[in-house]
Every structure is written in C-alpha cells, then in structure tokens.
C-alpha cells in the first residue's frame, strides 16, 4: 500500500468524490468524518502550510485516510505535533478506513510517518469514539513503529437507543419524565401559538440556522459574553456546512417557535441511521415552560416516525440527557510518541495546564474577558454569513 500526502485546500477540494466514496463504505463513520464537515472547518478555521491529509492507496482504490494538521504548539509552548484537523468542534474523530483493509492502511501510515518524519513529536487523537473498530488496529500498528503510545477514557458521550414507536419509548421512560412530556408542552400551548418545524432545501435550511443562532445567542450571552455563533468564522463554517450537508440531504434541524418567533431548536445530523444531536438551545425567558423538554420530545417522536434507531446526543453528561434514558460512554484520546523524551514533556506540560484549570480565579478572568468581548449591541440577531 501506497500513502500519498495532501497539503494544499485545492487538492482537498478535488477529494469529494473519493472522500465521499470512502465514507459511505464504512457504517463506523459518524458525519464528523465526512468531506463536507471536514473540509468546510478547514476552510474556516485551518491554517495555511499545516494541511496534512494522508491517503492510502491499493491497486488505485483509497483503503484510508487520515485527516491530519500540523499543529506548532502545544498548551501554548511550541511543540509541533499532528492532530485531527476538526478538533475544536467534531464530538468523534476518527480515521476513515475501508473494513477488512483497515490493519494494513494503519501499518503503510505509520511506517510513512516514522520514515518521513516532518518534524512533530507526538500525534495528539482525540475524540476517538469508544465503538471505533480503529481503536485497537491504531494502537497495534503504532506500537511496532514507535517508541510508546499512550491511551485513556476521556470525554463522556451519550447516546438514547430508539424504540420502534413513540409510545413504547414513553412507556421505558421514568414517571416523571412521562408527565414532563405532555404538561409541559400543554403550558406552553395554552399560552402561545405553538409551531414545530423541521425545515427542508437550503432555503428553509439557511433561515432555520438563523433562528438557530438567535436562539443559541439568547441562551449564552448573559453566561458567556461572546458566544459561539457571533464568531464569524465559526458562523461561516456552520453556513457551509449547511449547504453542502443539505446538498447531501444529511443536515437536520428541529426548531420550535411561540407567536412566530423561535424558542428553542437542536442542531444535528443524520447519518448510518442515527440522529447525531450536535447543539441544543432555548430562549431563557421559556424557561418555565422546559421548552427544551418539549423539542427534544418531538424530536425524539419524529426519529422513531423515521425509523431512525439512535439519538446521539452527542458530548457532555448533562443531567437532562439521562431522562430520556441516555447512556454515557466514553471517547478515547490516543496519543502517539516519536520518543520518550516527547511523552516526558507532553506529560509535564499536561500536569501544569490541569493545575492551572482548577484555579477559580483563572475562571472567573476568562468569564470576565468573555463578557468584555460581547458585541455590545442589544440585538440578539448574529452576524450574517460572509
């Protein structure tokens, strides 16, 4: 096997076809391993000279990829190491890889790593999700290249099997739970005119995004100051992927509106016959109508209607996930050293970084210049796609 390196975006613009091809011959990859989240969060947030795509290649068919950057610091000393290059915003990163051809891609990559050393010490992979079937062959193959690997149980995850209809799925749920459902959703039609939506083409898509970001913005400012949408790169990252995931009919939104205005919505996207369930919002002032209950009421109606058979909600172990009888594992972070010296200094620098995070005072600093970096404009509106 073959591995060739990309670096440049016009070459990774030119991989749709084989990317796409690639992808859908595995049910193990999640939308986070698709062309198009990948390469519009290159575009958005990539930097220029670190593109480094290596592909693998057997009698002219792609067996894998790895969608990797050079990154020249770390924890903010330099230290140039490979990582996934959608980290900040992916929940599961992964290689993408054929089944059956996965142990001699990861065998030709590390043996091309180890011989063409670029530099780097250690490859940072985050986020690998615990179901991957790489997991295992990545570690196997790097061990007889390199000097040591590490791994470990990091991000939780969770995840709500589907039954096959909504009343089956209500009747597994707690007491509590079952009565939230309907006297919430009541309330909140007894005092507004109330409309679900799950917008469809790239029109309805783009509009519902909007209201997305309205909505996301109202829920955070007060916490956060500048929040995720008023970003404009991270908002034309998220409009890109808007449309080229609409294009791929694989972008869904669930939005719930009172008097015409939007209230509360889950972004998320479909994919091997799972909803991955990537950002929820509600305005703060429905907060008494829990009309985050109600979205995630009817969205989980809606996928059981499309015969979806999970609800990935994706990172974090919030409390309110477990209500709908969510179930936490746990992504894996590997790392790859070139030598020992690399793991000595990448574990010192670790230990300084964690010490420093469980400061309050460090908190509070950076609560403090998020609010003093809000847009100080009473428009709750973000700002328009470039």
Same mark, same amino acid.
């Given at each position: 096997?073959?591995?060739?390196?990309?670096?440049?975006?016009? +070459?990774?613009?030119?991989?749709?076809?084989?990317w796409r091809k690639l992808f859908?011959?595995?049910? !193990?990859?999640? /939308?986070?391993?698709?062309?198009?989240?990948?390469? %519009?969060?290159?575009?958005?947030?990539?930097?220029?000279?670190?593109?480094?795509?290596?592909?693998?290649?057997?009698?002219?068919?792609?067996?894998?990829?790895?969608?990797?950057?050079?990154?020249?610091?770390? $924890?903010?000393?330099?230290?140039?190491?490979?990582?996934?290059?959608?980290?900040?915003?992916?929940?599961?990163?992964?290689?993408?890889?054929? /089944?059956?051809?996965?142990?001699?891609?990861?065998? !030709?990559?590390?043996?091309?790593?180890?011989?063409?050393?670029?530099?780097?010490?250690?490859?940072?992979?985050?986020?690998?999700?615990?179901?991957?079937?790489?997991?295992?062959?990545?570690?196997?193959?790097?061990?007889?290249?390199?000097?040591?690997? @590490?791994?470990?149980?990091?991000?939780?995850?969770?995840?709500?099997?589907?039954?096959?209809?909504?009343?089956?799925?209500?009747?597994?749920?707690?007491?509590? !739970?079952?009565?939230?459902?309907?006297?919430y959703g009541r309330a909140l039609?007894?005092?507004? &005119?109330?409309?679900?939506?799950?917008?469809?083409?790239?029109?309805?898509?783009?509009?519902?995004?909007?209201?997305?970001?309205?909505?996301?913005?109202?829920?955070?400012?007060? +916490?956060?100051?500048?929040?995720?949408?008023?970003?404009?790169?991270?908002?034309?990252?998220?409009?890109?992927?808007?449309?080229?995931?609409?294009?791929? %009919?694989?972008?869904?939104?669930?939005?719930?509106?009172?008097?015409?205005?939007?209230?509360?919505?889950?972004?998320?996207?479909?994919?091997?016959? &799972?909803?991955?369930?990537?950002?929820?919002?509600?305005? /703060?002032?429905?907060?008494?109508?829990?009309? #985050?209950?109600?979205?995630? #009421? &009817?969205?989980?109606?809606?996928?059981?209607?499309?015969?979806?058979?999970?609800?990935?909600? @994706?990172?974090?172990?919030?409390?309110? &996930?477990?209500?709908?009888?969510?179930?936490?594992?746990?992504?894996?972070?590997?790392?790859?050293?070139?030598?020992?010296?690399?793991?000595?200094?990448?574990?010192?620098?670790?230990?300084?970084?964690?010490?420093?995070? +469980?400061?309050?005072?460090?908190?509070?600093?950076?609560?403090?210049? $998020?609010?003093?970096?809000?847009?100080?404009?009473?428009?709750?509106? /973000?700002?328009?796609?470039?």
């Amino acid at each position: 096997m073959q591995i060739r390196l990309i670096t440049s975006e016009q +070459e990774f613009a030119e991989l749709a076809f084989v990317w796409r091809k690639l992808f859908a011959a595995n049910p !193990a990859h999640s /939308p986070f391993q698709s062309w198009e989240w990948n390469y %519009s969060w290159w575009q958005h947030h990539g930097t220029a000279g670190q593109l480094r795509l290596l592909i693998g290649e057997h009698d002219g068919e792609i067996a894998g990829l790895a969608p990797l950057c050079l990154q020249r610091s770390f $924890r903010g000393l330099p230290q140039a190491h490979l990582s996934f290059i959608s980290r900040k915003r992916g929940d599961y990163l992964d290689f993408l890889t054929v /089944p059956g051809k996965a142990a001699e891609f990861f065998t !030709a990559l590390f043996a091309y790593l180890k011989e063409q050393h670029g530099g780097w010490s250690f490859l940072d992979l985050s986020d690998l999700h615990r179901d991957s079937p790489n997991v295992l062959q990545v570690l196997a193959a790097a061990n007889l290249v390199f000097p040591t690997a @590490t791994v470990e149980a990091r991000e939780i995850c969770v995840t709500v099997p589907l039954t096959s209809t909504w009343e089956a799925f209500q009747a597994g749920l707690g007491k509590n !739970a079952r009565r939230n459902i309907g006297r919430y959703g009541r309330a909140l039609e007894k005092d507004f &005119k109330v409309e679900f939506r799950v917008p469809v083409g790239r029109e309805q898509m783009q509009q519902g995004l909007s209201d997305f970001a309205a909505v996301y913005h109202s829920r955070w400012q007060g +916490e956060h100051g500048k929040t995720y949408f008023d970003d404009a790169d991270a908002m034309a990252f998220e409009r890109q992927l808007c449309e080229l995931a609409t294009g791929q %009919s694989w972008y869904r939104l669930y939005l719930l509106y009172a008097d015409e205005q939007p209230i509360a919505g889950y972004l998320g996207y479909i994919c091997n016959n &799972k909803y991955y369930a990537g950002l929820l919002a509600h305005v /703060p002032q429905f907060h008494k109508y829990s009309v #985050g209950t109600v979205l995630i #009421g &009817k969205t989980v109606e809606d996928c059981i209607a499309q015969g979806w058979t999970e609800l990935d909600m @994706t990172r974090g172990n919030e409390p309110y &996930k477990f209500q709908w009888n969510g179930v936490a594992k746990r992504n894996f972070h590997v790392r790859i050293f070139a030598s020992r010296f690399a793991l000595l200094r990448v574990a010192l620098v670790d230990w300084i970084y964690w010490r420093a995070t +469980e400061m309050t005072w460090l908190h509070r600093l950076r609560a403090a210049l $998020r609010r003093a970096a809000a847009p100080k404009s009473k428009d709750a509106t /973000p700002p328009p796609a470039e």
